[in-house]
């Protein structure tokens, strides 16, 4: 009989470790290739062992509860994704970019012994601190109901696609929000792609026939035609360059597969999350499609035949599960269901981000709007309403992060550009503000010789009383 496990991540099993936890984390994130950015650094050029972290946050961020649902766009799991990308591409030999001190010393650090092995301690309390919301027990699955989860994610997954692309085509931000939406996923799917690698060299996929293995490789979408449209997006560097701009969610796609594929005991539960991985990547070749015709690019995926690539999917997994059965048995099939379900609950999670980031961005002049509405309340009402106050020098740079409230940026003195996608340059001059809703990514540097900007801290009721019935609400 097979040696079943109730669940993927626990964190009951390490919440005892988090005092000895928080100081290995805060070890490690004080290591040189991670360090806040500097302001030349929103781009990174290539750098793939520049990982800024913004090692201060470690100070305040407790891991005293595990990440639920409902905290998946907080600056916690933010930082925790971070950290485990950096951790789990430390086997990943690429080489410095060019020959400088710099760079080399980032090498060394990054791939130093000490550095990995801090890592590896870490890693097991990140990941059931992290994906712990992932781990429902699953019982009593058939191939006929996993094959159903699976055909969900397709049909979800393609219809958020054609969602977003259709808000992007309404807002005239087709270009921009493509940008941000490869950065998510193509700058991504080489770590991915890793994972995958190496599970399949640990003997994960050798239940399932060579020609029925789950796959991101392959002709929908295909490499070149994504690579084009990125050239036409002007995303000309090869990951990690748009660091910065990962969304949490995105870099948790990628973290559970890797956190799978180093499981032994859990081959099962990654073929579940490596067919769902796979389902996510045809869907999104619907989006390089549109985008593709849009963009006025040649060969504009009109003639994709995707029904027959998702058919090829259901076969494939349905061989595979058969396979799964005949030698382990509906124990077998729980362990698969156990992966698929935790990565289609991530999708959930990771869709209801990229939709919210993507909203932001495509409206922020109304956000600008909304926030002058919300600073006359403010001065109306509720003159002391809790905020922060910071004042800055020229060239201080914030390295992206989120705020696990609704916050006001107004600007008192000086001047700020301020970010939220790749090419993004909002500047703000004294009197003038935006609203930046719960979770959402940002940054922002200063432009003048010095800078006084305070957040007030928006309650969650006069967000909703101001967004009712808003064509922006109602988009989002």
Same mark, same amino acid.
């Given at each position: 009989?097979?040696?079943?496990?109730?669940?993927?991540?626990?964190?009951?099993?390490?919440?005892?470790?988090?005092?000895?936890?928080?100081?290995?984390?805060?070890?490690?994130?004080?290591?040189?290739?991670?360090?806040?950015?500097?302001?030349?650094?929103?781009?990174?050029?290539?750098?793939?062992?520049?990982?800024?972290?913004?090692?201060?946050?470690?100070?305040?961020?407790?891991?005293?509860?595990?990440?639920?649902?409902?905290?998946?766009?907080?600056?916690?799991?933010?930082?925790?994704?971070?950290?485990?990308?950096?951790?789990?591409?430390?086997?990943?030999?690429?080489?410095?970019?060019?020959? !400088?001190?710099?760079?080399?010393?980032?090498?060394?650090?990054?791939?130093?012994?000490?550095?990995?092995?801090?890592?590896?301690?870490?890693?097991?309390?990140?990941?059931?601190?992290?994906?712990?919301?992932?781990?429902?027990?699953?019982?009593?699955?058939?191939?006929?109901?996993?094959?159903?989860?699976?055909?969900?994610?397709?049909?979800?997954?393609?219809?958020?696609?054609?969602?977003?692309?259709?808000?992007?085509?309404?807002?005239?931000?087709?270009?921009?929000?493509?940008?941000?939406?490869?950065?998510?996923?193509?700058?991504?799917?080489?770590?991915?792609?890793?994972?995958?690698?190496?599970?399949?060299?640990?003997?994960?996929?050798?239940?399932?026939?060579?020609?029925?293995?789950?796959?991101?490789?392959?002709?929908?979408?295909?490499?070149?035609?994504?690579?084009?449209?990125?050239?036409?997006?002007?995303?000309?560097?090869?990951?990690?360059?748009?660091?910065?701009?990962?969304?949490?969610?995105?870099?948790?796609?990628?973290?559970?597969?890797?956190?799978?594929?180093?499981?032994?005991?859990?081959?099962?539960?990654?073929?579940?999350?490596?067919?769902?991985?796979?389902?996510?990547?045809?869907?999104?070749?619907?989006?390089?499609?549109?985008?593709?015709?849009?963009?006025?690019?040649?060969?504009?995926?009109? !003639?994709?035949?995707?029904?027959?690539?998702?058919?090829?999917?259901?076969?494939?997994?349905?061989?595979?599960?058969?396979?799964?059965?005949?030698?382990?048995?509906?124990?077998?099939?729980?362990?698969?269901?156990?992966?698929?379900?935790?990565?289609?609950?991530?999708?959930?999670?990771?869709?209801?981000?990229?939709?919210?980031?993507?909203?932001?961005?495509?409206?922020?002049?109304?956000?600008?709007?909304?926030?002058?509405?919300?600073?006359?309340?403010? !001065?109306?009402?509720?003159?002391?309403?809790?905020?922060?106050?910071?004042?800055?020098?020229?060239?201080?740079?914030?390295?992206?992060?989120?705020?696990?409230?609704?916050?006001?940026?107004?600007?008192?003195?000086?001047?700020?550009?301020?970010?939220?996608?790749?090419?993004?340059?909002?500047?703000?001059?004294?009197?003038?503000?935006?609203?930046?809703?719960?979770?959402?990514?940002?940054?922002?540097?200063?432009?003048?010789?010095?800078?006084?900007?305070?957040?007030?801290?928006?309650?969650?009721?006069?967000?909703?009383?101001?967004?009712?019935?808003?064509?922006?609400?109602?988009?989002?």
């Amino acid at each position: 009989m097979m040696n079943t496990h109730p669940r993927l991540f626990q964190f009951g099993r390490t919440a005892e470790q988090i005092d000895a936890a928080r100081t290995l984390i805060r070890e490690f994130a004080d290591g040189l290739p991670f360090r806040s950015a500097r302001v030349e650094e929103l781009v990174l050029d290539e750098d793939f062992h520049r990982r800024p972290l913004r090692p201060e946050d470690f100070s305040f961020i407790t891991f005293g509860k595990a990440v639920m649902p409902e905290t998946v766009a907080r600056l916690p799991f933010l930082a925790t994704q971070r950290l485990l990308l950096s951790i789990n591409e430390a086997a990943v030999v690429r080489f410095p970019p060019r020959d !400088n001190e710099r760079v080399w010393a980032e090498f060394g650090g990054f791939y130093s012994p000490e550095t990995r092995n801090l890592g590896e301690r870490i890693r097991p309390f990140l990941e059931d601190f992290a994906f712990e919301f992932l781990s429902g027990n699953q019982t009593g699955h058939s191939t006929s109901t996993l094959i159903e989860a699976l055909e969900t994610t397709m049909m979800e997954e393609g219809r958020f696609w054609g969602q977003i692309f259709g808000r992007l085509v309404s807002r005239r931000y087709v270009e921009e929000g493509t940008r941000f939406a490869l950065i998510q996923n193509w700058s991504l799917v080489t770590t991915k792609r890793l994972a995958f690698a190496r599970a399949q060299a640990s003997g994960f996929f050798d239940l399932a026939e060579p020609q029925d293995r789950p796959s991101l490789e392959g002709t929908i979408p295909g490499d070149d035609a994504i690579r084009e449209l990125a050239a036409r997006c002007d995303l000309l560097k090869r990951e990690h360059s748009y660091w910065q701009f990962y969304l949490s969610t995105s870099m948790a796609r990628c973290n559970l597969l890797h956190a799978l594929a180093r499981r032994p005991d859990r081959p099962l539960a990654f073929l579940g999350a490596a067919f769902d991985a796979e389902a996510h990547w045809l869907a999104f070749g619907c989006f390089i499609g549109q985008a593709r015709e849009y963009l006025d690019l040649d060969g504009a995926g009109r !003639n994709i035949d995707l029904e027959a690539a998702l058919e090829d999917l259901r076969q494939r997994f349905r061989s595979t599960l058969n396979a799964v059965e005949v030698r382990f048995g509906p124990a077998g099939l729980a362990e698969v269901a156990k992966g698929l379900s935790a990565s289609r609950t991530l999708g959930e999670s990771a869709r209801a981000d990229l939709r919210a980031q993507l909203h932001w961005l495509s409206a922020v002049e109304e956000f600008r709007m909304f926030a002058k509405d919300i600073d006359r309340r403010i !001065n109306a009402e509720c003159p002391d309403i809790d905020r922060e106050t910071f004042v800055e020098p020229k060239e201080m740079c914030s390295t992206t992060h989120v705020h696990d409230d609704h916050r006001l940026v107004v600007i008192e003195t000086g001047n700020m550009v301020f970010w939220g996608n790749l090419g993004m340059k909002l500047k703000l001059k004294p009197g003038e503000m935006v609203l930046v809703p719960e979770g959402r990514l940002h940054g922002s540097s200063i432009e003048s010789d010095e800078c006084t900007y305070h957040q007030p801290i928006i309650p969650e009721a006069w967000i909703q009383q101001l967004m009712s019935g808003s064509e922006v609400a109602t988009a989002a």
